[in-house]
């Protein structure tokens, strides 16, 4: 069983920056291809980016591609996502996410084997 714990959440001005992390224990950390998963009230999960047990591939989506950046740690068992230029449409709670096996790519919920709690992240403007 694998843990997912998210931190660094919170209240950024449009134009600023956030770096969430998301430590992982319980578990081999370098078998699991990492994501990032959003909500926003009202809506679906969507997938935001992902980075492979290496770390060799990546994945973001058209919404934050320039923007957001992915990176993991496979020493600390950590998972990054720099956040800048964050606009309010950013506005949403952030998910970490764990899926083994092969590399798909863009993640799916489906695809997903554990989840973080979730982290606040407010974009005003």
């Known amino acids: 069983q694998v843990q997912l714990v998210e931190s660094g959440g919170g209240l950024v001005q449009a134009g600023g920056s956030l770096r969430l992390s998301c430590a992982a224990s319980g578990g081999t950390f370098s078998d699991y291809n990492m994501g990032w998963f959003r909500q926003a009230p009202g809506k679906e999960r969507e997938f935001v980016t992902g980075?492979?047990?290496?770390?060799?591939?990546?994945y973001y989506s058209d919404s934050v591609k320039g923007r957001f950046t992915i990176s993991r740690d496979n020493a600390k068992n950590t998972v990054y996502l720099q956040m800048n230029s964050l606009k309010p449409e950013d506005t949403a709670s952030y998910y970490c996410?764990?899926?083994?096996?092969?590399?798909?790519?863009?993640?799916?919920?489906?695809?997903?084997?554990?989840w973080g709690q979730g982290t606040q992240v407010t974009v005003s403007s």
């Open positions: 980075i492979s047990r290496n770390a060799y591939m990546t």
């Open positions: 996410a764990a899926k083994s096996g092969s590399w798909p790519g863009r993640f799916f919920t489906r695809h997903v084997d554990y």
